[in-house]
């Protein structure tokens, strides 16, 4: 059995998209769990008014409604009352790619030996979907793949829990960890899920960059020096200088260049 968590705070125009997703799913041996933060928008009772349908497809299904310290804190909260064998997490307005994901990763595969499993992801800006830059041998630089499209051995998630001093990269510091300690990654070869590009990591790109360094430094990965992050830190500026005044059209312009340079191939 697998686990889905989805956080969410205030979704209620959102989370249909993402609950759906998740019951449309050909693979039923999984159960799913919905972390509400104490939302005041009815977003707990969006999510209580899925409760029949995935009853009558025998699939178990928990709201969670309650305060906590953010979105690490809830996704704590959640895998400490996760059964599945394997967690992934779909923030709520994300969804999965198609309704065959689960069938493609766990029907007739064998993951004996495998403590984490990764796919491919979607990201959807402008009204285009173009593939995440999947790199996992670059992990002590940067993300290497979308956490939307991870599924980790639950013993893992409990083991090393995700640390709530960090506001935005604890994901991460997470795969950082799991790495470090000789821990096995396998790519599943499945596009996994599509999601937004906005979210707090994307648009808040000076704390992400600085948080990201402090995460290496802990986890003993080799940081900058002094005057190459000054430099990172002046093109990071102007880039979110872009980001908040520029056109969209000239946005838009500029993240097909973007994904040109960084050949993002384009999902069709």
Same mark, same amino acid.
């Given at each position: 059995?697998?686990?889905?968590?989805?956080?969410?705070?205030?979704?209620?125009?959102?989370?249909?998209?993402?609950?759906?997703?998740?019951?449309?799913?050909?693979?039923?041996?999984? +159960?799913?769990?919905?972390?509400?933060?104490?939302? +005041?928008?009815?977003? @707990?009772?969006? #999510?209580?008014?899925?409760?029949? @349908?995935?009853?009558?497809?025998? $699939?178990?299904?928990?709201?969670?409604?309650?305060?906590?310290?953010?979105?690490?804190? #809830?996704?704590?909260?959640?895998?400490?009352?996760?059964?599945?064998?394997?967690?992934?997490?779909?923030?709520?307005?994300? +969804?999965?790619?198609?309704?065959?994901?689960?069938?493609?990763?766990? @029907?007739?595969?064998?993951?004996?030996?495998?403590?984490?499993?990764?796919?491919?992801?979607?990201?959807? +800006?402008?009204?285009?979907?173009?593939?995440? !830059?999947?790199?996992?041998? =670059?992990?002590?630089?940067?993300?290497?793949?979308?956490?939307?499209? $991870?599924?980790?051995?639950?013993?893992? =998630?409990?083991?090393?829990?995700?640390? =709530?001093?960090?506001?935005?990269? @604890?994901?991460?510091?997470?795969?950082?960890?799991?790495?470090?300690?000789?821990?096995?990654?396998?790519?599943?070869?499945?596009?996994?899920?599509?999601?937004?590009?906005?979210?707090?990591?994307?648009? !808040? =790109?000076?704390?992400?960059?600085?948080?990201?360094?402090?995460?290496?430094?802990?986890?003993?990965?080799?940081?900058?020096?002094?005057?190459?992050?000054?430099?990172?830190?002046?093109?990071?500026? $102007?880039?979110?200088?872009?980001?908040?005044?520029?056109?969209?059209?000239?946005?838009?312009?500029?993240?097909?260049?973007?994904?040109?340079?960084?050949?993002?191939?384009? $999902?069709?």
């Amino acid at each position: 059995m697998i686990t889905i968590i989805t956080i969410a705070y205030n979704e209620a125009k959102s989370i249909s998209k993402t609950i759906e997703s998740v019951l449309s799913q050909t693979y039923t041996d999984y +159960e799913y769990i919905i972390k509400d933060g104490g939302s +005041e928008d009815g977003t @707990a009772e969006k #999510a209580e008014s899925y409760r029949k @349908a995935f009853e009558d497809k025998d $699939v178990s299904y928990r709201v969670i409604s309650s305060h906590d310290r953010g979105i690490y804190d #809830a996704m704590n909260i959640a895998v400490s009352e996760a059964k599945g064998e394997w967690t992934a997490f779909m923030n709520a307005g994300d +969804e999965y790619f198609s309704d065959h994901v689960f069938a493609d990763i766990f @029907a007739r595969r064998n993951w004996t030996g495998t403590d984490l499993i990764f796919g491919d992801t979607a990201e959807e +800006e402008y009204g285009e979907l173009h593939y995440f !830059r999947k790199c996992p041998e =670059l992990i002590e630089k940067r993300m290497p793949f979308s956490h939307q499209s $991870v599924f980790a051995r639950t013993e893992l =998630l409990m083991e090393f829990p995700f640390d =709530l001093k960090w506001k935005i990269g @604890a994901d991460y510091d997470f795969l950082l960890k799991l790495y470090k300690a000789g821990k096995r990654f396998m790519d599943s070869g499945v596009l996994i899920a599509k999601i937004s590009k906005s979210g707090v990591s994307s648009v !808040r =790109l000076k704390d992400t960059y600085l948080e990201t360094i402090a995460i290496k430094k802990e986890r003993g990965v080799p940081v900058p020096d002094e005057k190459e992050m000054k430099k990172e830190l002046i093109s990071v500026s $102007v880039r979110q200088f872009g980001m908040d005044y520029f056109p969209d059209f000239l946005k838009y312009y500029i993240r097909k260049v973007q994904r040109k340079l960084r050949k993002q191939g384009k $999902v069709t």
